[in-house]
């Protein structure tokens, strides 16, 4: 029977299955970061129970940790709290711990594929909606609540029900200056932030396959955006690539039956999908978000809907979101005079990413009314772009080049956007407040925030290629 990647992934993981209820299946990998392990653990000490698959696990410092230079000092208590608790937790529990100057400290999301973690036919989990990011690898890889957490860490399983699967081809090819960001933000805002409620995606067609697996990334990580539990992409030489070089990817002795492996998760040829959308690539441009909300975005060029152009449902978060964001429906994005721009987060803060900034920003200015942080994904990130001297190229345009962390992507640690500041980010959220209370966030590509940081206001990058 023809089979796509997520069946085969669900049918080799399950233990047991009985109509009606919940399955009971089998999960390899575990990542934890400190903002949502710490009950998980305190569950299992309180019942005396050992965390089944240690050396399956590993933990790292992400969300509320300072990105400045002295960022060992952490003046928050809070913060300390959450970080020297975990650092603890890991310990106690033979848990590998990605610390601050390990070498790898960064965004769990990033650091998993760095470090070889993700594997094709994998099942992975995290207390932290972007897992789906690992979904790259051709791994089913989705967030979990902390009671989730708690089971899986004491049996390496969890109750799960069998996914639908949805189908989306982007067809076509992109034009200079549009990315792998420009195409998840134009399917979210084409099916909305439910569209992929109770589906995985799996993203095909020829574009993907041509895409790096740091473009990959990008994609699967809005996957939840739309409300899919996660999005995948059916493994390929591009994949076994990226992964022949990494720490914990397998020996050379088992690398060719490894493969062979991992080949055999892909999708078959005319498998079954519960849904299937193609999107044409050919003529999209940059998107921006005008909203509150990730699909709630537009073409650079384009003018924000006006009221008119809005289904009933709609209405209601319509004007809210154009109120909070200081917008008027029929305007244009273009121009509109911004204050803060930021490069990172496990959507785009690697390196490709920092190699497409710099590129752009080279010999020119960030505009003078303009902050732009640009932080790299991990430790491991920050290395390479100081080995290209990509972190030159940002200092002297006057960037704050920044340690590793998930830092204005959410206002949980010290960097925040100030109330009444505008920032383009390339970020996944826009919610309100997400930057810092009474900030206005619009999500974009890279290319698009740096762009617009040298401009002043928001850009479009396509003059740059
Ligand atoms: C803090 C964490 C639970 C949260 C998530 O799950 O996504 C964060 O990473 C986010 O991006 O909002
Ligand atoms: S970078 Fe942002 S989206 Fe990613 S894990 Fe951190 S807070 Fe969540």
Redesign the pocket.
């Known amino acids: 029977m023809k089979k796509n990647i997520v069946e085969k992934i669900w049918d080799s993981h399950l233990i047991d299955e009985t109509s009606g209820l919940l399955s009971v299946c089998a999960i390899d990998f575990i990542f934890l970061h400190e ?2 392990s710490a009950q998980a653990f305190q569950t299992l000490k309180d019942r005396n129970i050992d965390i089944m698959f240690p050396n399956q696990c590993i933990a790292t410092i992400d ?1 509320s940790i300072p990105t400045r230079k002295n960022r060992t000092e952490i003046y928050d208590a809070a913060a300390r709290n959450q970080v020297e608790l975990l650092r603890e937790n890991a310990h106690k529990n033979n848990i590998a711990f990605y610390d601050f100057e390990s070498g790898y400290q960064g965004i769990v999301h990033v650091i998993g594929p760095e470090l070889g973690i993700t594997q094709p036919g994998m099942t992975i989990i995290c ?4 897992t789906a990011t690992h979904g790259a690898f051709g791994t089913l890889a989705f ?1 979990v609540g902390t009671s989730e957490l708690s089971h899986a860490l004491a049996s390496g399983c969890l109750l799960l029900s069998r996914p639908k699967v949805m189908k989306v081809e982007f067809k076509g090819n992109m034009q200079k200056g549009v990315f792998a960001k420009d195409l998840i933000m134009k399917l979210i805002s084409q099916i909305g932030i439910g569209g992929g409620t109770g589906f995985v995606i799996e993203y095909t067609g020829q574009v993907i396959q041509q895409m790096s697996m740091e473009e990959r990334m990008t994609i699967c990580n809005m996957s939840i955006e739309c409300g899919a539990k996660a999005g995948l992409i059916s493994p390929d030489s591009i994949t076994y690539q990226y992964l022949s070089q990494k720490s914990y990817a397998p020996h050379e002795e088992n690398w060719n039956e490894m493969v062979q492996y991992w080949d055999s998760f892909r999708s078959d040829e005319s498998c079954f999908y519960d849904h299937e959308i193609s999107i044409d690539v050919q003529s999209l441009e940059p998107m921006i978000t005008w909203g509150t909300n990730p699909s709630q975005a537009i073409g650079i060029t384009k003018a924000i809907p006006k009221d008119s152009e809005i289904s009933p449902p709609e209405k209601v978060m319509y004007a809210k979101a154009l109120e909070y964001m200081k917008l008027q429906g029929g305007e244009n994005l273009e121009g509109v005079p911004i204050d803060w721009a930021f490069i990172g987060s496990c959507t785009n803060g690697r390196i490709e990413d920092l190699r497409i900034c710099a590129k752009i920003i080279q010999n020119k200015k960030v505009h003078p009314s303009v902050t732009l942080f640009i932080v790299p994904g991990s430790e491991n990130v920050l290395k390479q772009a100081k080995k290209e001297g990509l972190d030159k190229i940002f200092i002297d345009a006057g960037a704050d080049f920044r340690m590793p962390g ?1 830092s204005l ?2 206002g ?1 640690n010290d960097d925040k956007v100030p109330a009444g500041k505008r920032c383009i980010s390339s970020t996944n ?1 826009n919610f309100v407040g997400r930057q810092g209370t009474g900030s206005y966030t619009h999500l974009a590509s890279p290319a698009t925030v740096i762009a617009s940081a040298i401009e002043g206001k928001i850009s479009s990058p396509i003059k740059f290629f």
Do not use: N
């Open positions: 903002v949502t969300h207390g932290d909606s972007h967030g998930c992507c959410l949980m959220r």
